[in-house]
């Protein structure tokens, strides 16, 4: 919320009830700075894995095996926050949902059929919040 708004809501709130008051930003949660930590991550990984694939094939020049030591340490501390289920989810986005060829693959609901959204690093992480609960590290 910008300075501007903030006193604005100040003003109408002394119009209307007589009496001075004061905003304060909310703290964010541990949870929602996990997910934007998160974000930050996945884009970055996502980043770096189609760079070192688009230099491979546009250039012949293979990054591949120098990003590695990169990619097994940050998904080695993934395995300190994540489950079983989530990191998979969590490596099919980075590694198999976007294709050599320039193709894009889906997640589809077993039981309904639907489209499950993971286009976004948001999309991702509401997505593997539904397996947090499982125990199956």
Do not use: C
């Amino acid at each position: 919320m910008k300075e501007d708004d903030i006193k604005k809501i100040q003003k109408s709130i002394k119009d209307v009830l007589g009496v001075k008051s004061n905003l304060s930003k909310k703290r964010p949660s541990v949870k929602s700075k996990i997910k934007e930590h998160f974000k930050i991550i996945i884009t970055g990984l996502a980043h770096l894995n189609s760079r070192s694939i688009g230099l491979k094939h546009d250039y012949k020049i293979d990054f591949i095996e120098y990003d590695e030591i990169f990619f097994n340490v940050i998904e080695s501390l993934m395995h300190l926050q994540f489950n079983k289920s989530q990191r998979s989810i969590i490596e099919w986005f980075l590694y198999d949902k976007f294709l050599p060829d320039g193709g894009v693959l889906i997640l589809k609901d077993e039981d309904t059929g639907e489209e499950i959204p993971t286009e976004t690093s948001d999309d991702l992480w509401d997505l593997i919040q539904q397996y947090e609960k499982k125990d199956n590290k």
